[in-house]
Each structure stands twice: as C-alpha cells, then as structure tokens.
C-alpha cells in the first residue's frame, strides 16, 4: 500500500478557549485526502451499533469502528468495545500523526458519518481508560462537518469551527475536563465524512 506524505506543515494553529488546549492543522493531509477517504471507506469494518438511552435501544446515528493494540478495551457508551487488529492505512495515519504532535497513541475509533442526519451529541472523551488528561487527534476526510464545543460550567463559552477533509484537530491538556463537544445534525449535507480519533488507552475496562 501507498505510504500517504504529510505536507510540510508541522506547525499547527493554537486554539485559545478557557481551560483547553487545542491544535488544528486545516490541511495536513491535503494532498491525499481522496485516496485516504476511499481507503478508509473499503477497508474498516464499518458497524451499526446500539445503545441505551433512558432504559431504551436506540441506533448509534453513525457508522463505528475501534482499532488498537491488544490491551486497548474501551468502555463508552455504555458498551466494551475490544479492538479489531490495526489495519495498515490506520497504521499509516497513526505513524504520520504520531510524527507531527509527538504524541504515542494505542487505539483509534473510527466513525462514518454518512450524510448530514449522523451526526454524535454533546459529550467529553473523559472515560477513565484515557487517563487524567487525554490527548485527542481527531483526523477527517469527506464532507466538512462543524465542530462544536461549550464549556461545562460557563455554557455561553462556546467555540465552533468546520472540520475540513485533511485536517487534523489535537485536543490536550484540560480539555475533556472542562469542555464537551460534538458534531451536531446538518439536514443540507448529502456526503459522507470519515472521522478517526486516535487515543491512548491507559487502563482497559
């Protein structure tokens, strides 16, 4: 398989929220971005999963996956999840991300959001297995899709901002503790967008 070539951009943009620490790269992988989307598409094992909300089953309103090392367990949701054995285009994305954050990651979660109507509710990546602190990066492809963040305890704190095909955005520090976020429902949008979070997990479930 084709090694896909960051540009050389290793300077990312410092996003200045109260409590957070953010870094976005718009373009990082603005070069292959069509051939990682098609990649990604064929290759995960793309799955339909439902969870409980107030005692009733209900489908997640996107497509998921959860790649990683053996020890990589991760409860969310309310549903463990074990890891599928990495398949080399997530190695690849893992390898290049790795090289520009400086930042080890043992798992990914990869989610398809097929058109507008998927989409995930508010709601921080603070599971205990991610350890105080976690460090987030969250790669796209396909269709922008807005990203939305407000803080916890000062609601009319919010940030929004389009997360684009071929960019990268790394969540650190404070973050998950004092922000939620989430990629709300965009009735006008007809194309598909691919998501992968890459995480790692410090104590499996």
Known sequence: MQQFE???????????LKGAELVYWPSLFAENTV?????????????????????VERLVPRLTAWYGDKEAH???SGVDHNPMEWIQVLKNLRTKIESVTGVQFNS?????????QDSVAWHSDDEVELGVNPVIASVSFGAPRSFQL????????RHKMSLTSGSLLLMKGSTQSHWQHQVPKEPMVTESR???TFRKIIKSV
């Open 6 to 16: 960051l540009l050389n951009n290793n300077s990312g943009e410092q996003i200045q």
């Open 35 to 55: 051939e990682l989307f098609e990649a990604l598409m064929k290759q995960v094992a793309w799955q339909s999963e439902t969870i409980r909300i107030a005692g």
């Open 74 to 76: 991760y409860r969310y």
């Open 108 to 116: 990914a979660l990869c989610n398809l959001y097929r058109n507008g």
């Open 150 to 157: 407000k803080h916890k305890n000062h609601p009319k704190l």
């Open 194 to 196: 691919i998501n992968i």
